[in-house]
């Protein structure tokens, strides 16, 4: 019973056998009030409008019934011949409202009361809209009509509990498949979510059914593959974390081996290998924990009034002996009258810097490296671009990820830890704004927006 199919089957079943419940009732009613209605009509003009004014004029005159079997026709027929023939033919009768035979052709029938059939047949008399007593008729033939109303609205509802049977059947058979096929696509999805559970990340499922059912399918698939996607980063993490700490830390203890074995002398140039590789080591946790701390959302930023020319003039005269150093021209283009930006003027200076390293790093010596700002809508966007041969589409895409290289073994050479650029765009989400690379032959631009609408008014 704690099924889904079993229940919708269940419910349809519910449903159908209440719709013909209510429907049957409602059928059945209108067919009594109006067959009802037909045969009082009947009655009406059987009877005659003049004995019916009659009888309301005779009740009005004497206020009561007492001697109104004389207005009925055939009263006065004498003997017992007549009697019998009365009895055998019809019988016409007054009654009062509580169903009380007051007057009839019949003499006999006097004292009596109408029977159920005789009061579905019977005329309502009344007087200023009240009724005061009944005018009925009993024939063989009226209480044939009797029974044959009856017999159909007996069969009437015979045939409507045949239907609710019927339909309820047809309900079960048709709402159960319908069910097992609605439902199936669930099925479908718990069977990938114990997949999952059990290791199996990246399961996929099938997108059908309904349009709630499609939307989930996606969302379990994108969740499914962001999963396998997580999985495969915090293993290539690991993995590149190793290899990260194994070259430091292999140097430092060859060196320290080296010098407590005296194959190398206890010097200053010695010792200083061994400390520029804990020095290494120690940027490389700061790296790591700067950026855990970032992507947390719990690195704290302490916000102030800057101006952007400002903060690019000090980026890039800090660099400029180093782009001078390398051989490389280093420039920056500056919009006027730009707006002030609320930003932590440390980290926003570690983004340009970072940005401005990697630039450095992969710019041939007569290259170039270009700053600059502009004002876009409510963002002012900065964009530092280098000459050299730029990125393939799929570098592109993986170049903000952790200890990614596009040329691993000159990376590695030159000192870097993978981690700038992915610090940086951490950095830069943490102020709002966002950061992407565009490229082209002979050129790398990474570009990157700070809100302008969180300035100070």
């Keep these: 019973m704690n099924r889904l199919w079993v229940r919708l089957s269940l419910a349809f079943l519910l449903v159908t056998w209440l719709a013909i419940a209510v429907v049957s009732v409602i059928v059945r009613n209108a067919t009594e009030t109006s067959f009802r209605h037909y045969v009082n009509q009947q009655n009406i003009a059987r009877f005659g409008e003049s004995l019916i004014d009659q009888l309301r004029e005779y009740y009005v005159a004497n206020g009561g019934w007492e001697g109104a079997e004389s207005l009925l026709p055939g009263h006065g027929d004498g003997g017992s011949g007549g009697r019998e023939q009365g009895r055998r033919g019809a019988q016409v009768l007054v009654a009062d409202e509580s169903g009380l035979v007051v007057a009839a052709t019949d003499p006999s029938l006097t004292g009596s009361y109408l029977d159920e059939t005789a009061l579905v047949t019977a005329v309502p008399l009344l007087v200023d809209g009240i009724q005061v007593g009944w005018l009925a008729q ?9 029974e044959a109303e009856a017999r159909f609205l007996d069969e009437t509802t015979n045939w409507l509990i045949a239907a609710a049977v019927g339909a309820g059947l047809l309900a079960v058979v048709f709402g159960a498949a319908l069910a097992w096929e609605l439902t199936r696509p669930l099925r479908a999805l718990g069977d990938a979510v114990h997949a999952l559970a059990a290791g199996h990340l990246g399961h996929q499922v099938e997108v059908s059914g309904t349009q709630e059912m499609i939307e989930l399918a996606q969302a379990f698939n994108a969740m499914s593959h962001d999963l396998a996607e997580g999985e495969q980063l915090r293993q290539r993490m690991a993995a590149d974390i190793a290899h990260e700490l194994r070259t430091p830390v292999s140097v430092l203890r060859g060196h320290l081996e080296a010098m407590l074995d005296g194959v190398f002398p206890l010097d200053g140039e010695h ?11 120690a940027r490389l946790v700061d790296d790591l924990r700067l950026l855990t701390m970032a992507e947390a959302g719990r690195l704290p930023l302490e916000r102030v009034q800057a101006m952007p020319e400002e903060l690019v003039t000090r980026a890039v005269e800090r660099f400029m002996p180093l782009a001078m150093d390398a051989d490389i021209i280093l420039s920056s283009d500056i919009e006027p009258a730009l707006p002030v930006i609320l930003v932590d003027i440390d980290r926003l200076q570690q983004v340009l810097g970072n940005l401005l390293t990697n630039a450095l790093r992969h710019t041939q010596p007569g290259g170039q490296i270009r700053v600059t700002v502009t004002r876009r809508d409510r963002t002012v966007r900065f964009a530092i671009s280098n000459t050299g041969e730029g990125l393939s589409a799929e570098q592109a895409a993986h170049v903000f990820e952790r200890f990614w290289r596009a040329e691993e073994a000159r990376e590695r050479d030159r000192g870097g830890s993978g981690l700038g ?12 704004g966002r950061i992407w690379v565009e490229t082209s032959p002979g050129e790398t631009t990474f570009i990157f927006e700070i809100p302008a609408e969180q300035a100070a008014s």
């Design 138 to 146: 009993e024939t063989p033939g009226a209480r044939v009509m009797n």
């Design 271 to 281: 010792l200083a290998v061994a400390y520029d590789q804990t020095f290494h080591l």
């Design 421 to 432: 650029l992915a610090i940086t765009q951490q950095l830069v989400n943490l102020h709002g």
